[in-house]
């Protein structure tokens, strides 16, 4: 009898040992589930908030262009050498950019930002050469980022990162997200910018811009990238 003991109670160890083992491989699987899980839903949030930063950076850039507020004021205060949420360059700010609103004034500001300047941009404003020129500058970042734009840098006066805490990617530091507005003369050609909802500029201020807004997540490889083209004086408004 006592070997039959002994043998049933090696039995009952080794199932015991066996269950115990089982027991862990599936703790350890469920937590590392659990890890994979809570990794992809980091990453998914991380790229959701830079492309929301993204997407606001584009309505601020449009916001910028035309100089008015979303509530109908003035991005300036009436000053002297105010143009929209810009001041004009002059003599205190010599080649400091703006939004032109005419012919002449799309001249002068091109020249402002052009003269002695190895890349068209100045405070996310680029008067490029031809569409191509600029087309892809998110791919070029390092050089990019000194000469963009940030989050409410113009269109509100004085932002904090106290102001942007809803989006932590718009604070202007660390500096994680820029934008950049391309700004063309129609043209009519078959190689033209083609405006959005193929509306043409107004013929006296026939202007169109290419705004690239990027945002660069928390986390490394996160990025999103927001294209869009916008006419600030659409033809039909002067029907």
């Known amino acids: 009898m006592r070997p039959m003991r002994k043998l049933q109670r090696g039995v009952a160890l080794l199932t015991v040992m066996v269950v115990l083992v089982l027991c862990v491989l599936a703790v350890a699987a469920n ?17 959701l908030r830079a492309q929301a930063a993204a997407e606001a950076l584009v309505r601020d850039a449009e916001i910028d262009i035309l100089g008015v507020l979303p509530d109908g ?5 009436l000053a002297p050498g105010a143009i929209g949420c810009r ?4 003599e205190a700010l010599p080649g400091a950019p703006y939004f032109p609103s005419s012919i002449d004034e799309f001249e002068e500001a091109r020249a402002l930002v052009q003269v002695g300047a190895a890349i068209p ?18 791919d070029a970042l390092d050089t990019m980022q000194a000469v963009g734009a940030h989050y409410g840098q ?4 004085g932002l904090a990162a106290s102001a942007v805490t809803g ?3 718009l604070a202007p530091t660390p500096a994680r997200a820029w934008y950049w507005i391309e700004a063309f003369l129609y043209d009519i050609g078959p190689d033209s910018l083609k405006a959005r ?11 169109v811009y290419r705004i690239t ?27």
């Open 121 to 138: 941009c100045r405070d996310g404003i680029c008067f490029p050469a031809s569409l191509q020129a600029l087309e892809h500058i998110e």
């Open 154 to 157: 113009f269109t509100r006066s």
């Open 167 to 169: 989006n932590p990617l």
């Open 213 to 239: 807004a990027v945002a660069l997540g928390l986390k490394p490889g996160t990025r999103a990238v927001v294209k869009s083209v916008f006419v600030p004086y659409p033809s039909e408004q002067m029907q």
């Open 73 to 77: 004021s003035p991005c300036q205060p």
């Open 197 to 207: 909802g193929h509306l043409q500029p107004d013929p006296v201020r026939p202007f």
């Open 87 to 90: 001041m004009r360059g002059g």
């Open 31 to 47: 937590t590392r589930s659990g890890l994979l899980h809570e990794m992809l839903v980091g990453h998914q949030s991380d790229q």
